[in-house]
């Protein structure tokens, strides 16, 4: 009976912040004998490719399709963690009724260590995380991206665009000629405490004015020097454009 397995990818099934307790082998299968269906197999862990010392043993079962199987391990016996970590992990699958094969395969230590580090970091995300942040600006751990005033967040792909909107507020107030005073209260409280600018249009005279924030009524005040009248308006904004 001739056996080949092909080391393809050794991936965590579970997630814990250690080393992956389980790894994923995929085979193929290149004897005859060996139909699709479920099989009993021993395998072996060493520390060589051929003799050196036996490490770990686990019976499991696995099931051939289509010439093509993965045999999981690390469920029935722990994995041979310092060897994988040394990159000098050999592994031989026996199946049952079967001599146990002279032929070992080496399992890649660099695929292990990227698994292995992957699932370190994975365990120190938040659990609402989609995806990877290991860390922002030196925050490490667990990082939520959020808009705050006048931030705004695109994604496109795997691309996120910060985008910085300054608020901006304009308005007209008229003239009556009762009033030199003015109330103005922005609809957008990012604004507010932001220096607001104001003039007098008027065909007539140049009517000067003050506008300061009133931080207890949480409003800002013009004055103008002059009433004004009913043909004459009071401008103003607050913000950038």
């Known amino acids: 009976m001739m056996l080949t397995i092909l080391i393809l990818l050794i991936a965590t099934a579970t997630t814990a912040a250690q080393i992956p307790e389980l790894v994923a082998i995929p085979m193929a299968i290149e004897s005859p004998d060996l139909r699709d269906g479920t099989y009993l197999v021993t395998a072996r862990w060493y520390d060589?490719?051929?003799?050196?010392?036996?490490?770990?043993?686990?019976r499991t079962s696995i099931t051939i399709t289509g010439r093509q199987s993965t045999i999981m391990l690390g469920n029935a016996s722990p994995l041979p963690v310092s060897l994988l970590e040394r990159g000098q992990a050999w592994i031989s699958v026996q199946?049952?009724?079967?001599?146990e094969p002279t032929l070992r395969h080496h399992v890649v230590p660099n695929a292990f260590a990227h698994t292995a580090g992957f699932a370190l970091v994975a365990a120190s995300l938040d659990p609402r995380a989609t995806g990877i942040v290991t860390s922002i600006n030196e925050i490490a751990g667990a990082v939520e991206i959020s808009a705050g005033n006048g931030i705004s967040i695109y994604r496109n792909g795997q691309q996120l665009t910060l985008e910085h909107r300054s608020p901006y507020e304009q308005g007209i107030l008229y003239g009556d000629g009762t009033r030199w005073e003015f109330v103005i209260i922005p609809q957008d409280t990012a604004l507010l405490g932001q220096a607001m600018h104001c003039e007098v249009d008027s065909k007539s005279d140049h009517?000067?004015?003050q506008c300061?924030?009133?931080?207890q009524r949480n409003c800002y005040i013009a004055q103008t020097s002059a009433l004004l009248q009913q043909d004459e308006s009071l401008r103003w904004h607050i913000g950038h454009r």
Do not use: K, M, N
């Not at 060589?48 to 686990?58: Q, V």
């Not at 199946?95 to 001599?99: K, L, P, R, S, T």
């Open 207 to 209: 009517i000067p004015v």
């Open 212 to 215: 300061r924030y009133d931080q």
């Open 48 to 58: 060589g490719a051929s003799g050196g010392a036996l490490h770990a043993t686990e």
């Open 95 to 99: 199946f049952d009724g079967v001599a």
